[in-house]
C-alpha cells in the first residue's frame, strides 16, 4: 500500500506560478513511477506529467508542456509539480498517482491522493 498526500494548491492569477507536493507514505517510494493528472468539472481525468523511479525520465501533456514541470526526491518520498505561466484552463483538481510504470492513463495507476484544488483567476 502506498498512501499519497497532496498539497501547495490555492487560487492564483493568470500569469502566476505555484507548486504542489506529493508526500508518499508506506511501501518504497522509489519503487514507483509518479504521475500527475488533473479533473475540471464536467470533464474527464486528464494526464499531466509523469516521472520514472528515479527522476531520469519525464513525460508531459501536450497542453502542460514548456510550462510545467515534474521532479522527485526519494529520500523525502515528494513528488513536485511546479506550474508555471498559468492559464485559467488549468484550472482543476490535481491528483498524484502511483504506477509500478512511467504510463500516461489513469487506469494504469494503482494508487492515487485526495487531490488538490487550482484555480487560476482571469
Known amino acids: 500500500q502506498v498512501q499519497l498526500v497532496e498539497s501547495g494548491g490555492g487560487l492564483v492569477q493568470a500569469g502566476g506560478s505555484l507548486t504542489l507536493s506529493c508526500a508518499a507514505s508506506g511501501r518504497t517510494f522509489s519503487n514507483y513511477a509518479m504521475g500527475w493528472f488533473r479533473q475540471a468539472p464536467g470533464k474527464e481525468r486528464e494526464f499531466v506529467a509523469a516521472i520514472n523511479w528515479n527522476g531520469g525520465f519525464a513525460s508531459y501533456g501536450d497542453s502542460v508542456k514548456g510550462r510545467f514541470t515534474i521532479s522527485r526526491d526519494n529520500a523525502k518520498k515528494t513528488v513536485y509539480l511546479q506550474m508555471n505561466s498559468l492559464k485559467p484552463e488549468d484550472t482543476a483538481v490535481y491528483y498524484c498517482?502511483?504506477?509500478?510504470?512511467?504510463?500516461?492513463?489513469?487506469?494504469?495507476?494503482?494508487?492515487w491522493g485526495q487531490g488538490a484544488q487550482v484555480t487560476v483567476s482571469s
Open positions: 498517482a502511483a504506477s509500478s510504470a512511467t504510463a500516461v492513463l489513469p487506469v494504469d495507476y494503482g494508487y
